[in-house]
T-cell receptor
Framework: DAMVIQNPRYQVTQFGKPVTLSCSQTLNHNVMYWYQQKSSQAPKLLFHYYDKDFNNEADTPDNFQSRRPNTSFCFLDIRSPGLGDAAMYLCATSREAGAYEQYFGPGTRLTVT | GQNIDQPTEMTATEGAIVQINCTYQ??????LFWYQQHAGEAPTFLSYNVLDGLEEKGRFSSFLSRSKGYSYLLLKELQMKDSASYLC??????????WGAGTKLIIKP
């Protein structure tokens, strides 16, 4: 089945220790998104890519970076995680930019100790 | 500013009908989405409205009034598995999604 895959599902990292989250998709969609979602809050868009064209949201902290080496894969790097970065990180795709539904991966739950 | 308002929590009884309301303010408008999110899981797409009126899809229906900046999600014949958060998201003129914090729906037997 075509899908969005995120690894790992659960990640524990230490305060200040860099961590990378990964996402892959078999949907062949052009657009990929990274969201941060904290409990009972709206998903917050961190980055999105149209193909390899990178778009950084204005209020995404510099501590977060992203890479999309090819159509299928996207990575989220957190350079120096703080306690406030503990959250669910959701990867999503859409066929094109515009009014298309987004398909979400299962998410990575990040814990910072 | 851009904003989505929806109730934080609602409770309903199995077999009943519930309506979850959403009001939005966006710079331009390119449609409104509803997603379902079970606890600890990713959101899944339910519906998309861009024209005024009611869209029906099985037990779920979604309504939009563009002039009022208002939408609702109607769930009929509620089942226990419908216990989840329901996220409203409006798309602005730049095709950016403005997300609500979700309405947690609790279904009681």
């Amino acid at each position: 089945d075509a899908m969005v895959i995120q690894n790992p599902r659960y990640q524990v990292t230490q305060f200040g220790k860099p961590v990378t989250l990964s996402c892959s998709q078999t949907l062949n969609h052009n657009v990929m998104y990274w969201y941060q979602q904290k409990s009972s809050q709206a998903p917050k868009l961190l980055f999105h890519y149209y193909d390899k064209d990178f778009n950084n949201e204005a209020d995404t902290p510099d501590n977060f970076q992203s890479r999309r080496p090819n159509t299928s894969f996207c990575f989220l790097d957190i350079r120096s995680p703080g306690l406030g970065d503990a959250a669910m990180y959701l990867c999503a795709t859409s066929r094109e930019a515009g009014a298309y539904e987004q398909y979400f991966g299962p998410g990575t739950r990040l814990t910072v100790t | 500013g851009q904003n989505i308002d929806q109730p934080t929590e609602m409770t309903a009884t199995e077999g009943a009908i519930v309506q979850i309301n959403c009001t939005y303010q966006t710079s331009g408008f390119n449609g409104l989405f509803w997603y379902q999110q079970h606890a600890g899981e990713a959101p899944t797409f339910l519906s998309y409205n861009v024209l005024d009126g009611l869209e029906e899809k099985g037990r779920f229906s979604s309504f939009l009034s563009r002039s009022k900046g208002y939408s609702y999600l109607l769930l009929k014949e509620l089942q226990m598995k419908d216990s989840a958060s329901y996220l409203c998201a409006a798309m602005d003129s730049n095709y950016q999604l403005i997300w609500g914090a979700g309405t947690k729906l609790i279904i009681k037997p």
